[in-house]
């Protein structure tokens, strides 16, 4: 069974522009989350979509979007890139629907620079 | 709403000692508790879970963790470890406050050396 995929890998961006990440989940997963992880800051909840339904939202700005596709996969948009977006960006997927405690499943990242 | 402390941001230890990383969380309802690691470049794998039931986990790699209700505590540990053990391990909690999700806390950095 194929892992969660994340493209790009790498990404290298100055600020003022946006960027588009996209994930993968899981064959038969319909939750998808995103996180944020910084050294400073550690892993932060961004979203978390399931159904092509926005579920949960982090403490993040409106810069920071996302969407799921009737597929199950997702992808997440910052626009107006800030140098403090610098960050490894992942995204999980799991089995959870409604009130379940299933793992997360997580993608190797991509790691978004900003110039 | 939950909340996960790890309370050792770095942990060093030589090879085939035993290692012990300590997380506390914060909750007043059923709890969900997981260990995830990190190796470097990569995301995030499943150590192990608590769901309900035994309070000794076990999980990969040979590490168990062992839940304890009235000290709010889920350490984890190994008897012995291995240079390919260094990694960020991170413990982590489910929040149901509108909805599901995994808050983390700040990780362990696990560092063996030989």
């Known amino acids: 069974k194929a892992g969660v995929t994340q493209t790009p890998r790498y990404l290298i961006k100055t600020r003022g522009q946006q960027v588009t990440l996209s994930c993968s989940p899981i064959s038969g997963h319909r939750s998808v989350s995103w996180y944020q992880q910084t050294p400073g800051q550690g892993l932060q909840f961004l979203f978390e979509?399931?159904?092509?339904?926005?579920?949960n939202k982090g403490n993040f700005p409106g810069r920071f979007s996302g969407r799921q596709f009737s597929n199950s996969r997702s992808e997440m948009n910052v626009s107006t890139l800030e140098l403090g977006d610098s960050a490894l960006y992942l995204c999980a997927s799991s089995r959870r629907a409604g009130g379940d405690n299933s793992p997360l499943h997580f993608g190797n990242g991509t790691r978004l620079t900003v110039t | 709403a939950q909340s996960v402390t790890q309370l050792d941001s770095q942990v060093p230890v030589f090879e085939e000692a035993p290692v012990e990383l300590r997380c506390n969380y914060s909750?007043?309802?059923?709890?969900?508790l997981f260990w995830y690691v990190q190796y470097p470049n990569q995301g995030l794998q499943l150590l192990l879970k608590?769901?309900?039931?035994?309070?000794l986990v076990k999980g990969i790699n040979g590490f168990e963790a062992e839940f304890n209700k009235s000290q709010t505590s889920f350490h984890l540990r190994k008897p012995s470890v291995h240079i390919s053990d260094t990694a960020e391990y991170f413990c982590?909690?489910?929040?149901?406050?509108?909805?599901?999700?995994?808050?983390f806390g700040a990780g362990t950095r696990l560092f063996v050396k030989a």
């Open positions: 909750s007043s309802v059923s709890v969900y």
């Open positions: 982590a909690v489910i929040q149901n406050t509108g909805g599901f999700k995994t808050i």
């Open positions: 979509y399931f159904s092509e339904t926005q579920r």
């Open positions: 608590y769901l309900s039931g035994s309070t």
